[in-house]
């Protein structure tokens, strides 16, 4: 069955970077496209990009150009997202997501990770 | 950005009733929207895309309707398993939004 298991909890200080993994099993990994979301307390959703697994190619929302790299290892079917210059409201749960789309971008979301906590506090 | 917003904010239902959810955009989007079911402490579930396409294994009784800028997830017969908070979704324009929930409670 298709999986996606993140890496655990993060506490971080302001200024420091976070990279979280998204461990994949199950299907192909290269035939679907990840994306990333994350929720702070008490807010909605917000996608901050995705990771086409075959090509490595990647989409940022503008809001996080600069500060986010997605990547990912085919090896160890893994995709990571890494934020820098972390500050208190970069505190949320991150999540991992799989785009629906067989071999093609469809821009909704059909498996989901556990969504780690990254907290950031000094 | 393409603002999502979901009514009521909160629902408060029995079992076996009909929940009608609403989720309008700030502009056009076509019928590129979905549903998703998140339970505490859970990952979301995607019930519909396009609006009105069920995801595998969504049971019948949920629907999707609309286009454009209003949308309605209904729940024909609310069963003890779909008290959860349920959001929607769109993927017409960049960067891709959610809305802000609604919560289906028992009432």
Same mark, same amino acid.
Not at chain 1, 45 to 64: C, D, H, R, T, V
Not at chain 1, 65 to 80: K, L, N, P, Q
Not at chain 1, 93 to 120: E, H, K, M
Not at chain 2, 79 to 86: I, Q, S
């Given at each position: 069955?298709?999986?996606?298991?993140?890496?655990?909890?993060?506490?971080?200080?302001?200024?420091?970077?976070?990279?979280?993994?998204?461990?994949?099993?199950?299907?192909?990994?290269?035939?679907?496209?990840?994306?990333?979301?994350?929720?702070?307390?008490?807010?909605?959703?917000?996608?901050?990009?995705?990771?086409?697994?075959?090509?490595?190619?990647?989409? !940022?929302?503008?809001?996080?150009?600069?500060?986010?790299?997605?990547?990912?290892?085919?090896?160890?079917?893994?995709? !990571?997202?890494?934020?820098?210059?972390?500050?208190?409201?970069?505190?949320?749960?991150? !999540?991992?997501?799989?785009?629906?789309?067989?071999?093609?971008?469809?821009? !909704?979301?059909?498996?989901?990770?556990?969504?780690?906590?990254?907290?950031?506090?000094? | 950005?393409?603002?999502?917003?979901?009514? #009521?904010?909160?629902?408060?239902?029995?079992?076996?009733?009909?929940?009608?959810?609403?989720?309008?955009?700030?502009?056009?989007?076509?019928?590129?929207?979905?549903?998703?079911?998140?339970?505490?402490?859970?990952?979301?579930?995607? %019930?519909?895309?396009?609006?009105?396409?069920?995801?595998?294994?969504? #049971?019948?009784?949920?629907?999707?309707?609309?286009?454009?800028?209003?949308?309605? %997830?209904?729940?024909?017969? %609310?069963?003890?398993?779909? =008290?959860?908070?349920? =959001?929607?979704?769109?993927?017409?324009?960049? #960067? %891709?939004?959610?809305?802000?929930?609604?919560?289906?409670?028992?009432?």
């Amino acid at each position: 069955q298709v999986q996606l298991v993140q890496s655990g909890a993060e506490v971080k200080k302001p200024g420091a970077s976070v990279r979280v993994s998204c461990k994949t099993s199950g299907y192909t990994f290269t035939d679907y496209y990840i994306h990333w979301m994350r929720r702070a307390p008490g807010q909605g959703l917000e996608w901050m990009g995705w990771i086409n697994p075959k090509s490595g190619a990647i989409k !940022y929302a503008q809001k996080f150009e600069g500060r986010v790299t997605m990547t990912r290892d085919t090896s160890i079917t893994t995709a !990571y997202m890494e934020l820098s210059s972390l500050a208190s409201d970069d505190t949320a749960v991150y !999540y991992c997501a799989r785009d629906r789309g067989n071999d093609i971008w469809s821009g !909704y979301f059909d498996y989901w990770g556990q969504g780690p906590l990254v907290t950031v506090s000094s | 950005d393409i603002v999502l917003t979901q009514s #009521p904010a909160t629902l408060s239902l029995s079992p076996g009733e009909r929940a009608t959810l609403s989720c309008r955009a700030s502009q056009n989007i076509a019928f590129y929207l979905a549903w998703y079911q998140q339970k505490p402490g859970q990952a979301p579930r995607l %019930l519909i895309f396009d609006a009105s396409k069920r995801a595998s294994g969504i #049971p019948g009784r949920f629907s999707g309707s609309g286009s454009g800028t209003d949308f309605t %997830l209904t729940i024909s017969s %609310l069963e003890p398993e779909d =008290f959860a908070v349920y =959001f929607c979704q769109q993927r017409s324009g960049w #960067p %891709l939004t959610f809305g802000g929930g609604t919560k289906v409670e028992i009432k």
